[in-house]
């Protein structure tokens, strides 16, 4: 089985500031792996997904992430977070081999302050 | 886009009520889940299916059951809500087999009294 730990519960930050948000996986297999939004009293949206290829994801809002497969990390990073980057953020994993299952952290709450 | 459609975003229900959460997705996904939220313990699967009148149990079914007669629904059921069941439910589907990714509902928040 697959799992997910994301280090931090709570990341307060400056606005413009640079952000990571934090997530490791452990898994025998190999695995996909995604990041998740989500803004108050709504579903998740997808922010960026590694499924193959380059281990530098870029997705939407100015996200990126990078898989490092040694580390067994998937950590998110925006250079300069605005006010509206406020919400919580979900790290995900699924197996390869299936791809039917989807594991989730526990969430990290991103706080941007004025 | 995918959509998926969960039938309400509020429901307030009484302890002992039987209770159905209704979900419809229109990409002919395969997969489709029922999650719960609850603050610091992040989504947890109660069930899923992976086909019409398939389904498996997730980390949390106790309390819950599920059915899927058509491709498109599916549909969580609480026998007797109890107030420990207040939460928020997630809804979410995908494709199956490889190189897919969930896609979800916008919640349905539900507080038993």
Not at chain 1, 16 to 39: G, H, I, K, M, T
């Amino acid at each position: 089985a697959q799992s997910v730990t994301q280090l931090d519960s709570q990341v307060p930050v400056f606005e413009e500031a640079p952000v990571e948000l934090r997530c490791n996986y452990s898994s025998s297999v190999s695995v996909y792996l995604f990041w998740y939004v989500q803004y108050p009293n709504q579903g998740l949206q997808l922010l960026l997904k590694y499924l193959s290829g380059s281990t530098l994801v870029k997705g939407i809002n100015g996200f990126e992430a990078e898989f490092n497969k040694s580390q067994t990390s998937f950590h998110l990073r925006k250079p300069s977070v605005h006010i509206s980057d406020t919400a919580e953020y979900f790290c995900a994993v699924s197996a390869i081999n299936t791809g039917n299952q989807f594991y989730f952290g526990t969430g990290t709450s991103l706080t941007v302050i004025p | 886009d995918v959509k998926v459609t969960q039938s309400s975003r509020y429901l307030v229900k009484r302890t002992g009520e039987k209770v159905f959460l209704e979900c419809v997705q229109d990409m002919d996904h395969e997969n489709m889940f029922w999650y719960r939220q609850d603050p610091g313990l992040g989504l947890r699967l109660i069930y899923f299916s992976y086909d019409v009148k398939m389904k498996e149990k997730g980390d949390i079914p106790e309390g819950y059951s599920v059915s899927r007669e058509k491709k498109e629904r599916f549909s969580l059921i609480l026998e007797s809500a109890s107030t420990n069941q207040t939460s928020m439910y997630l809804c979410a589907s995908s494709r199956a087999g490889k190189n897919t990714e969930a896609f979800f509902g916008q919640g349905t928040r539900l507080t038993v009294v």
